[in-house]
């Protein structure tokens, strides 16, 4: 990969340039990735491909002009239309300012995904599936993809920083039936690191848990509705602070009157209990040392024991909201970098598992995620858990299936009033304006003094 990225070529156009230009940035790039689907256990789908390109952003009074390419010897000619979108359009853009940094940042991954063979790979994928096929599971899904690049990011302000970068995930899905009703279990392993991820973990007993999850939803009752005291676990915990505060804090959405926090700086939000992290730099799913626009990732704390205090920016928005960019502007190479998350999460408490129970005269135990709708600009949600249970007087009683809990983000967050002291990151993927990228989300168990549960819909 690394001659097809010649960086004293790169220089050099920008250099051309940048005289008839307020800013100019090149960042380009070549990958390896797979990806397998196995079905009922058939191998349905394997794609494999090598990735290599090279964009230019251009800003020149206040207008950006992007321009792409798939063919790094048109680079120069990509960059001079780049320039001509630029003198063409007409715009409010600035930029915060930022240093000139000079990097380089290796993989972290032990074994690289390249390095193992298709039929290693599709080897562990049947695992997963033969340890889900439980009696009355009737259907599974498996997909493995993995990702591995190299990247390079120069600018006219002195930068040069190159990256190579992992990530492997493992995704399962079980479907069980009674014959007269269905039920659903689904789990993912992975990080942002190689093939050992996998390959050190118990894919048996990974496979065979979320089998049994959706066969004992099928002797489950459905749950009670009204306002409960609720407990979440990690997951679920991680998924309402990824999709209910963390796309509520990215700047873009705020600067669209599209987001409940909008002039809420320094504002309580939450308890004192309530500290929401945004790292980059942390080893999860969502790691990534320098965003699309060089900057260098760090922790990002959102809400610091209840108080709104940062969000989430991409230079351009950082300076419309006149504070210090986030590092949090993302894309793939052929996209305009858009302010995105990365690895978000609720700081862990003090408080054991059995501590949060004991209070808990009438609730609900909320387990995993099933997905969920969030109106980021009212500030309500509505989640539906994958499993849940009951609990009466300290004690988990019931399985329930089909639970939503919903409300609106801000009281829900001020009426957290215990934070578990165990934590676990979850994987996956975040869709944004028609962009994907990867993440991480996670944090404690939490108890919720109330909130307003019911059925599914």
């Known amino acids: 990969m690394k001659n097809q ?33 196995m079905k009922d256990g058939q191998i349905q789908e394997i794609k494999s491909g090598f990735d290599l390109g090279g964009r230019v952003r251009v800003l020149k009074d206040g207008a950006w002009g992007f321009a792409y390419t798939s063919d790094l010897s048109k680079i120069e000619k ?35 995904p390249s390095t193992i063979s298709t039929e290693e790979k599709k080897e562990l994928i049947k695992e997963a599936n033969n340890s889900a096929s439980l009696d009355k599971v009737v259907s599974t899904t498996v997909n493995y993809v993995d990702m591995e690049s ?21 995704f399962l899905n079980a479907v069980a039936s009674s014959g007269e009703m269905i039920q659903f279990g689904h789990g993912s392993l992975g990080g942002a690191r190689g093939f050992e991820v996998l390959k050190n973990a118990d894919i048996e007993k990974f496979g065979r848990k979320i089998a049994q ?7 489950a009752n459905k749950p009670p509705s009204g306002k409960f005291q609720v407990l979440t676990d990690c997951e679920l915990t991680g998924v309402f602070i990824h999709e209910a505060l963390g796309h509520a804090a990215e700047a873009d959405l705020i600067l669209q009157n599209d987001s409940i926090l909008k002039d809420k700086m320094g504002d309580r939000i939450g308890s004192d209990m309530v500290t929401i992290i945004d790292d980059a730099s942390m080893d999860a799913f969502g790691y990534y040392a320098y965003d699309a626009e060089g900057t260098r990732t760090a922790e990002n704390v959102l809400v610091d024991k209840g108080v709104l205090n940062s969000v989430l920016s991409s230079r351009e928005t950082a300076s419309k909201l006149n504070i210090k960019s986030s590092g949090n502007a993302r894309s793939i190479i052929s996209e305009q970098p858009i302010v995105r998350m ?69 009281e829900t967050l001020l009426k957290v009033n215990g934070v578990g002291s165990d934590f676990k990151m979850s994987i996956g993927f975040c869709g944004k304006s028609g962009q994907t990228a990867p993440v991480g989300d996670g944090g404690p168990h939490v108890r919720i003094s109330e909130a307003m549960v019911g059925g599914a819909q």
């Open 150 to 170: 190299e990247s390079v990011f120069l600018s006219s302000e002195g930068s040069e920083i190159t990256l190579e970068e992992s990530k492997v995930g493992l």
């Open 342 to 410: 990365s690895n978000t999460y609720l700081k862990p408490g003090e408080l054991k598992f059995e501590e949060l129970l004991e209070d808990m005269k009438n609730g609900i135990y909320l387990k995993g995620s099933r997905g969920g709708q969030v109106d980021t600009g009212k500030g309500i949600f509505q989640f539906n858990a994958a499993e849940s249970f009951q609990i009466e007087n300290g004690e988990i009683k019931n399985l329930l299936r089909d639970v939503s809990l919903s409300g609106n983000i801000l």
């Open 213 to 219: 999850k959706a066969v004992r939803l099928l002797e």
């Open 5 to 37: 990225l010649d960086i004293d070529l790169f220089t050099k156009i920008i250099a051309s340039i940048e005289e008839n230009t307020d800013y100019v940035d090149i960042r380009a790039g070549s990958g390896d990735s797979t990806s397998i689907l």
């Open 78 to 112: 990509t960059a001079n239309h780049a320039l001509k979108l630029a003198n063409s359009l007409k715009s409010d853009v600035e930029l915060v300012p930022a240093p000139a940094i000079k990097d380089h940042v290796n993989s972290p991954a032990d074994l690289l």
